[in-house]
Protein backbone atom coordinates (compact mmCIF):
# COMPACT_ATOMS: atom_id res chain seq x y z
CA UNK A 1 0.00 0.00 0.00
CA UNK A 2 1.17 3.38 -1.02
CA UNK A 3 0.51 7.02 -0.74
CA UNK A 4 -2.58 6.89 -3.10
CA UNK A 5 -4.01 3.92 -1.41
CA UNK A 6 -4.03 5.86 2.06
CA UNK A 7 -5.76 8.74 0.38
CA UNK A 8 -8.11 7.04 -1.25
CA UNK A 9 -8.86 5.25 1.22
CA UNK A 10 -9.57 8.36 3.83
CA UNK A 11 -11.16 10.03 1.23
CA UNK A 12 -13.97 7.39 0.48
CA UNK A 13 -14.37 7.58 4.45
CA UNK A 14 -14.61 10.98 5.03
CA UNK A 15 -16.55 11.33 2.01
CA UNK A 16 -19.61 8.57 2.89
CA UNK A 17 -19.28 10.42 6.51
CA UNK A 18 -20.60 13.43 5.51
CA UNK A 19 -22.41 11.97 3.05
CA UNK A 20 -21.54 13.70 -0.11
CA UNK A 21 -21.45 12.21 -3.77
CA UNK A 22 -18.42 12.66 -5.92
CA UNK A 23 -19.69 15.21 -7.45
CA UNK A 24 -20.53 17.44 -4.28
CA UNK A 25 -16.71 16.84 -3.16
CA UNK A 26 -15.36 17.45 -6.60
CA UNK A 27 -17.48 20.85 -7.24
CA UNK A 28 -17.27 22.10 -3.47
CA UNK A 29 -12.50 21.56 -3.51
CA UNK A 30 -12.92 22.42 -7.57
CA UNK A 31 -11.41 19.56 -8.89
CA UNK A 32 -12.76 17.50 -12.06
CA UNK A 33 -15.22 14.94 -11.33
CA UNK A 34 -13.05 12.26 -13.31
CA UNK A 35 -9.90 13.16 -11.66
CA UNK A 36 -11.29 12.78 -8.15
CA UNK A 37 -12.85 9.62 -9.21
CA UNK A 38 -9.01 8.53 -10.05
CA UNK A 39 -7.50 9.59 -7.01
CA UNK A 40 -10.38 7.65 -5.16
CA UNK A 41 -9.50 4.66 -6.74
CA UNK A 42 -5.61 5.53 -5.90
CA UNK A 43 -4.66 6.21 -9.66
CA UNK A 44 -2.43 9.33 -8.87
CA UNK A 45 -0.30 10.90 -6.88
CA UNK A 46 -1.84 13.98 -6.18
CA UNK A 47 -0.34 17.15 -5.24
CA UNK A 48 -0.29 19.39 -2.11
CA UNK A 49 -2.70 21.86 -3.69
CA UNK A 50 -5.82 18.97 -4.54
CA UNK A 51 -5.09 17.78 -1.07
CA UNK A 52 -5.43 21.55 0.55
CA UNK A 53 -8.19 21.88 -1.15
CA UNK A 54 -10.33 18.28 -0.41
CA UNK A 55 -9.02 18.77 3.32
CA UNK A 56 -10.92 22.08 3.37
CA UNK A 57 -14.04 20.63 2.30
CA UNK A 58 -14.16 17.79 4.23
CA UNK A 59 -13.12 19.95 7.06
CA UNK A 60 -9.72 17.78 7.99
CA UNK A 61 -6.30 18.90 8.62
CA UNK A 62 -4.30 17.88 5.68
CA UNK A 63 -2.34 15.81 6.89
CA UNK A 64 -4.97 13.59 8.32
CA UNK A 65 -6.12 12.16 4.42
CA UNK A 66 -2.23 10.33 4.61
CA UNK A 67 -2.74 8.84 7.54
CA UNK A 68 -4.68 5.24 8.30
CA UNK A 69 -6.91 5.34 11.24
CA UNK A 70 -5.57 3.55 14.01
CA UNK A 71 -1.80 4.17 12.37
CA UNK B 1 0.71 29.76 6.03
CA UNK B 2 -0.50 26.82 4.03
CA UNK B 3 0.76 23.14 3.28
CA UNK B 4 3.99 24.30 1.47
CA UNK B 5 5.11 25.76 4.05
CA UNK B 6 4.21 23.34 6.94
CA UNK B 7 6.17 20.92 3.93
CA UNK B 8 9.07 23.65 4.03
CA UNK B 9 9.56 23.75 7.64
CA UNK B 10 8.86 20.04 8.41
CA UNK B 11 11.53 19.02 5.45
CA UNK B 12 14.27 21.60 6.65
CA UNK B 13 13.96 20.55 10.51
CA UNK B 14 14.18 16.97 9.93
CA UNK B 15 17.05 17.20 7.08
CA UNK B 16 18.65 18.96 9.83
CA UNK B 17 17.78 16.48 12.20
CA UNK B 18 19.56 13.80 10.04
CA UNK B 19 22.65 16.22 9.25
CA UNK B 20 22.34 15.74 5.56
CA UNK B 21 23.02 18.95 3.22
CA UNK B 22 19.76 19.39 0.91
CA UNK B 23 22.43 17.62 -2.04
CA UNK B 24 22.71 14.18 0.31
CA UNK B 25 18.66 14.56 0.62
CA UNK B 26 18.05 15.09 -2.98
CA UNK B 27 20.73 12.45 -3.78
CA UNK B 28 18.55 9.69 -1.85
CA UNK B 29 15.24 10.66 -2.56
CA UNK B 30 16.32 10.75 -6.16
CA UNK B 31 14.77 14.46 -7.12
CA UNK B 32 16.53 16.94 -8.09
CA UNK B 33 18.37 19.64 -6.16
CA UNK B 34 16.79 22.84 -7.23
CA UNK B 35 13.52 21.15 -7.27
CA UNK B 36 14.34 20.28 -3.42
CA UNK B 37 15.62 23.86 -2.66
CA UNK B 38 12.34 25.39 -4.07
CA UNK B 39 10.09 23.21 -1.83
CA UNK B 40 12.11 24.02 0.89
CA UNK B 41 11.79 28.04 0.06
CA UNK B 42 7.78 26.53 0.06
CA UNK B 43 7.28 27.62 -3.54
CA UNK B 44 6.01 24.40 -4.93
CA UNK B 45 2.95 22.05 -3.97
CA UNK B 46 4.99 18.85 -4.48
CA UNK B 47 3.18 15.82 -5.49
CA UNK B 48 2.88 12.69 -3.10
CA UNK B 49 5.05 10.75 -4.98
CA UNK B 50 7.80 13.45 -4.09
CA UNK B 51 6.29 13.80 -0.63
CA UNK B 52 6.79 10.02 -0.33
CA UNK B 53 10.25 9.45 -1.31
CA UNK B 54 11.54 12.34 1.44
CA UNK B 55 10.07 10.87 4.10
CA UNK B 56 11.48 7.38 3.50
CA UNK B 57 15.02 9.26 3.28
CA UNK B 58 13.94 11.38 6.50
CA UNK B 59 12.83 8.14 7.80
CA UNK B 60 9.53 9.55 8.74
CA UNK B 61 5.43 8.95 7.96
CA UNK B 62 4.65 10.86 5.11
CA UNK B 63 1.63 12.48 7.04
CA UNK B 64 4.30 14.00 9.82
CA UNK B 65 5.77 16.10 6.79
CA UNK B 66 2.62 17.70 7.02
CA UNK B 67 1.53 18.32 10.18
CA UNK B 68 3.09 21.31 12.13
CA UNK B 69 4.95 20.15 15.50
CA UNK B 70 2.77 20.17 18.15
CA UNK B 71 -0.19 20.67 16.30
Request: net charge negative.
Amino acid sequence: MDLRDVLAINLRRLRHAKELSQDDLAYEAEVSRSYLSQIEKGKYYASLKIIEKLAGVLEVEAWELLKLPGE
